[in-house]
């Protein structure tokens, strides 16, 4: 799938109209809601990040993408001019593309030569929307907290999780005391070890 | 039938006699499963009849997302076109119901060469979209009374009439519940006036 940085590139080659941005760790790379997405194609280029969505300002955390998963996340909304759904944050640097809608729907050899890759990541994000859903609906606190650390590190490819008590309540929509206690009951069932500044993932 | 049907998606003549002979009818009786979870399947389809709901499911538990019907949304869209993809929701007919069944690869070619097909598309995944969101937002901030309410009213819309019959069963399966939280919920709208639950019927007031 990365194969299609340089054929992206290489489409795009001496446009004036492409704009290259990077974002450094806990960036909003795109952003519920807003306009702009509806305007703009991103083209997620380099990095990881973590899409959730808001809902009541309460944060949901839908699921981790790397740039070897998907590229393209709101082709349907610049397509449709329907709002984006989600927000998505940067946890390591990462790099985009945004191309305006014009350049995007209206030139229509870039729309066929990138169809492909759309309808490729139309259907991985559904798959990843679709298993939030699942976990959202059958699992309790504990499942959701151990497959938050376990996707993270797993996306990461580290085994220690330099994480914050607030990061996963806001992450995960739970009372930083819920999440403590959570966090014991996994340490109980030897799952994951607390240390002060960050938890380790056993059996990884 | 099928011109009339396609009527509403105001496709062209010379695309329309395309999918008439490129496509397969078949026909599904009422809480059949049209396209069962993880199947894998190289066609997409129009419904030119009935209508049909579209489930997310782990082990025993259910979740409804959204409707097809031929009104407002009557492309199966979740295929995205992907030649030999899984299925990840199961879709039930609801009524009796009819698809016109066709080849990804069809699908695939009209989407390059009919700008109008095209459109479709987008607006059929936008849809699903937004109803795979709406659903998970309710998952997480409705209470399971206003949960029924919207689900009773979405109902009401798609068959087109503010009294129908349903089972507590059927509701507790598409929203993930128990029969019984089902009952409670059903008791706190009547005291707000806001349904009329008969044997059988239910009446959104």
């Known amino acids: 799938m990365d194969l299609i940085i340089p054929h992206i590139l290489k489409i795009l080659d001496g446009d004036n109209q492409v704009n290259h941005y990077h974002f450094q760790p806990n960036d909003l790379i795109m952003t519920q809601k807003s306009d702009f997405f509806m305007d703009n194609l991103v083209i997620f280029i380099n990095g990881i990040a973590e899409a959730f969505c808001e809902y009541e300002k309460a944060n949901h955390f839908l699921f981790f993408i790397e740039t070897a998963q998907v590229h393209f996340l709101n ?12 927000s998505l944050k940067a946890i390591t640097s990462c790099d985009a593309i945004f191309i305006p809608k014009e350049k995007f729907l209206h030139t229509k050899d870039n729309f066929d030569t990138l169809y492909p890759y759309l309808a490729q990541d139309q259907y991985t994000t559904q798959r990843l929307i679709t298993n939030s859903i699942i976990h959202t609906i059958t699992k309790n606190l504990d499942e959701l907290l151990y497959i938050y650390l376990k996707q993270k590190a797993t996306v990461l490819k580290i085994q220690e999780l330099h994480i914050q008590r607030n990061e996963l309540s806001d992450s995960l929509n739970f009372s930083r005391e819920s999440i403590s206690r959570s966090l014991k009951r996994l340490e109980q069932q030897k799952r994951i070890l607390r240390k002060p500044r960050s938890i380790i993932i056993t059996g990884f | 039938m099928s011109y009339l049907t396609y009527k509403n998606l105001q496709f062209p003549s010379s695309l329309i006699k395309d999918i008439e002979t490129s496509s397969i009818l078949k026909s599904y009786n009422k809480e059949e499963i049209v396209v069962g979870l993880d199947s894998y399947q190289n066609s997409t389809g129009i419904i030119v009849e009935g209508l049909l709901k579209v489930l997310v499911k782990h ?35 609801i009524k009796k119901s009819s698809i016109k069944w066709y080849n990804i690869t069809k699908s695939r070619n009209w989407y390059h060469n009919y700008d109008i097909y095209k459109n479709t598309i987008h607006k059929a995944y936008a849809f699903q979209y937004s109803s795979i969101f709406k659903a998970l937002k309710h998952t997480q901030t409705n209470s399971l009374q206003d949960k029924l309410y919207d689900y009773l009213i979405t109902k009401s819309k798609v068959l087109n009439a503010t009294q129908f019959p349903i089972t507590n069963l059927e509701i507790a399966q598409d929203l993930n519940t128990t029969n019984n939280s089902i009952s409670r919920a059903f008791k706190v709208l009547s005291e707000k006036n806001k349904i009329v639950k008969y044997t059988d019927t239910i009446k959104i007031l």
């Open chain 2, 59 to 93: 082990n025993n538990n259910n979740l409804l997302l959204y409707h097809i019907d031929i009104n407002i949304n009557p492309i199966i869209s979740f295929v995205d076109f992907k030649i030999n993809s899984s299925f990840t929701f199961e879709l039930i007919a």
């Open chain 1, 75 to 86: 082709s349907i909304n610049v397509a449709t001019q329907t709002p984006l759904e989600f």
